[in-house]
């Protein structure tokens, strides 16, 4: 099964992250901010990367792009409350390849499986 990277600061949202993906069987590891997030990434080479854009330490958009520049090539989706036009494209021109909006829906975990299945058709 896939490895999912949660960086969020908030740790309610990270622990109901957490409990989710576990119970879908993903293997699941936490950081508290991209600052740590990065140095997870790096060590784990996780599948995905669900990354809140708006943290103390490191926010997510330097954390996008310190993972890029430094060349992981996993699935980086941005995790923010807000949905507006600007954002989504500030997050994507970090290095983000997708946008999941905050509050988090309770397709969450289907929507997880189909961006991993269709970009790793070997986790199917």
Known sequence: MATVLIVDDDKRI????????TRFGYQVEAAENGQIGVEKA?????DLILLDMHMPVMDGYAAA???RENGYKGLI???TASAMVEETNKCLDAGCDMFIPKPIGNDFEEKIKTIL????????
């Open 14 to 21: 990270t622990r109901m992250l957490l409990r989710r993906l």
């Open 42 to 46: 790096m060590q784990l080479k996780p």
């Open 65 to 67: 792009r310190m993972l």
């Open 77 to 79: 989706s941005a995790l």
């Open 117 to 124: 299945t269709q970009e790793n058709p070997g986790l199917k």
